[in-house]
């Protein structure tokens, strides 16, 4: 059995690469079993969540609680790209997630750590609501 995490099996990479290709979005255990089962790949739930917890382990993948559930989310974190300093903004319509890196809310977590004494967590940091494409689509529909 491969359980070091250095081991690179197929089931692995065919997880990583889901989660590279979706790395826009929060994807649930579920959502990675689906997409395995209709790539012909079966894949057990607990080995998902094994290999999910040896990518968190390597800094390769985030784990998030989100949307007032109690299952857990998992995006990919870019090697290259830091998630430590910046807000995640998370449309409620489409799922898109966006990175927000913007002078305010650098001064927002300052005021908050100065004042209050708080430190946030930027990586687990999620903001909900609807983006510029889904309020446009909105206004669309609206108005025909």
Avoid: W
């Avoid at 390597?58 to 090697?79: E, H, I, M, N, W």
């Amino acid at each position: 059995m491969n359980s070091g995490s250095g081991y690179k099996t197929k089931q692995r990479q065919a997880i990583l690469d889901y989660l590279i290709q979706n790395k826009e979005k929060h994807v649930t255990v579920s959502k990675i079993s689906d997409y395995l089962e209709s790539d012909g790949n079966h894949v057990g739930v607990t080995t998902i969540y094994r290999h999910l917890d040896k990518l968190l382990e390597q800094g390769l993948v985030r784990k998030y609680t989100v949307d007032g559930t109690t299952s857990a989310c998992f995006q990919y974190t870019d090697p290259d790209g830091c998630c430590s300093e910046h807000f995640h903004l998370k449309c409620e319509k489409c799922g898109k997630l966006y990175h927000l890196s913007c002078e305010h809310v650098s001064e927002l977590c300052s005021h908050i750590y100065s004042e209050h004494g708080f430190r946030i967590n930027l990586c687990r940091t999620v903001l909900y609501g609807v983006c510029e494409n889904c309020i446009s689509e909105e206004k669309g529909e609206i108005s025909e």
